[in-house]
């Protein structure tokens, strides 16, 4: 078992430092709205993977990727609100505020947008199927804690290696206040961003 969760967690720190569409919008929000931003963003990240996992556990994961309506519908959801946010962030202003200037966002809101995000993902759910049965220690026993043990563990140094993203980002961003031109750069930078998602979503 620890040496399956030691396995495990090295593959899950090796993605989670890969570029990738979440530590991606980790990055963007952070860069933009600063370090706290880019926390309360991986915390509602980190929180859909959560939903994956009891997906994945129960089996309702398999049902739901061997239903290709339902699936593509998902797909189709995910990418209309990715397109959604794109299209808030270019209707604000010509350029984007830094920082202490910027338009404050609670915490609950950026959690809300990040759990959304995940949780609206299907290729989350697919990378779950794929990646978590290969590390189960004992597939002859009972399957589902094993499933909640590995989910959890994800999602813990997932959170690390997120925040450490944010927290790296957010202090660049202070440095890039002095550049005139840096809002309207991280506004384009933001909509390409989601946009970009929303294409990952769609492309089998």
């Not at 030691?6 to 593959?11: D, G, K, T």
């Not at 720190?13 to 570029?19: C, E, G, Q, T």
């Not at 991606?24 to 991986?42: C, F, H, M």
């Not at 200037?101 to 794929?130: E, T």
Request: proline share 3%; net charge neutral; hydrophobic share 55%.
């Amino acid at each position: 078992m620890l040496e399956n969760l030691y396995l495990f967690s090295i593959a899950t720190i090796v993605l989670a430092m890969s570029p990738g569409p979440d530590n991606i919008y980790v990055l963007t929000q952070s860069l933009v709205n600063g370090v706290k931003s880019g926390i309360a963003t991986t915390v509602g990240l980190i929180s859909g993977c959560i939903v994956h996992t009891s997906l994945l556990a129960f089996g309702i994961s398999a049902i739901i990727t061997a239903n290709e309506s339902l699936f593509y519908g998902i797909k189709v959801l995910g990418a209309c609100y990715l397109i959604y946010l794109a299209y808030k962030v270019f209707s604000s202003d010509s350029e984007i505020l830094l920082g202490a200037n910027a338009p404050n966002k609670s915490a609950a809101q950026l959690f809300k947008q990040g759990f959304i995000m995940n949780l609206l993902n299907p290729k989350v759910m697919i990378f779950f199927l794929a990646f978590f049965p290969a590390f189960i220690w004992n597939p002859e026993s009972e399957t589902v804690s094993q499933i909640f043990i590995l989910g959890f563990t994800f999602m813990f140094v997932s959170l690390i290696v997120f925040s450490g993203i944010a927290l790296l980002a957010g202090s660049i961003s202070s440095y890039l206040r002095h550049n005139k031109n840096i809002g309207l750069v991280l506004k384009w930078l933001q909509i390409i961003v989601f946009i970009g998602i929303a294409v990952f979503i769609l492309v089998p």
